[in-house]
């Protein structure tokens, strides 16, 4: 009788023992998969491709830390899917295309952000997650160029009414002002400012008087566009408006001294 003790306690132990080693071993190739994909996320040129497979290694790395139960290795993972969120912050921050050139990829971007806030505020509670989720949040939102693209971001944010996205929320009604009133029209100004730069590069148009002037005025305009964006990020209302009418005299400084010839 003791030896059948004794064999089922080691059988039971050797048990336990390849278990751990399994869940080991898993563990292992699941961050050593992260740690090559973000390797190649940051190689990928392409920033479209980039955000998308961010995105993924962002819901990957959250969903594995979610599963584990070690203190230590869920910690590796809640510092992988931190590193995802800063790259993803950089990235949109330089992203130079709006949502009425990629409303897939703004819209998949959105709401995987917004669920992944709320999962935050009610079970993880990472201050850090918080701050990179709505830092992203509010850089996305300030590319969107349209109403339907506001309309979604409203939807989204409403779909998870009852969570702490206040700031979201004002972020929003914001926005709305804006693009009932100048947001729309910075888009037009910036699209037009490009028509002319174009016209002016292609031999198109050609200036016709105060060549000083219109230098000046050409650096005074890449500036105010510059300010503006940082502003709206900012939510700086007052200064956005004051950077749209500086933007609006340059662009009809530079119509009147210069002359389409082609």
């Given at each position: ?8 306690l ?42 998308s ?32 969120l800063?790259e ?35 079970t ?9 989720l ?22 989204i ?29 910075l ?6 400012l ?8 292609k ?24 300010l ?35």
């Open positions: 009788m003791k030896n059948i003790i004794s064999k089922l080691l059988v039971s132990l050797l048990f336990l023992v390849c278990n751990h080693f399994a869940f080991a071993q898993n563990f292992y190739l699941e961050n050593l998969k992260f740690k090559t994909a973000y390797k190649i996320s940051i190689l990928i040129p392409n920033p479209v491709q980039k955000i497979l961010l995105n993924s290694l962002a819901t990957t790395s959250l969903q594995t830390y979610k599963k584990l139960k070690n203190t230590r290795q869920k910690n590796i993972f809640l510092n992988n899917y931190l590193e995802v800063k993803l912050d950089k990235t949109w921050d330089n992203f130079s295309f709006n949502y009425s050139e990629y409303p897939k990829l703004y819209e998949n971007s959105i709401k995987l952000y917004v669920s992944h806030l709320k999962e935050n505020n009610e993880i509670k990472n201050l850090k997650i918080q701050e990179y709505i830092k992203i949040i509010i850089k996305v939102a300030s590319k969107l160029d349209s109403k339907e693209s506001l309309n979604l971001l409203n939807n944010i409403t779909k998870y009414k009852g969570t702490d996205l206040n700031i979201l929320q004002n972020y929003l009604k914001e926005t709305k002002n804006l693009n009932n009133k100048y947001y729309v029209e888009i037009k100004i910036l699209n037009e490009k028509t002319l730069i174009d016209e002016f590069e031999g198109e148009r050609i200036i016709v008087s105060n060549y000083d002037k219109m230098e000046e005025k050409l650096l005074e305009m890449q500036k105010e566009a510059n503006a964006m940082e502003n709206i990020k900012k939510m700086k209302l007052k200064e956005f408006e004051e950077n749209i009418l500086k933007l609006k005299e340059a662009v009809d400084f530079i119509k009147k001294n210069s002359k389409k010839i082609k």
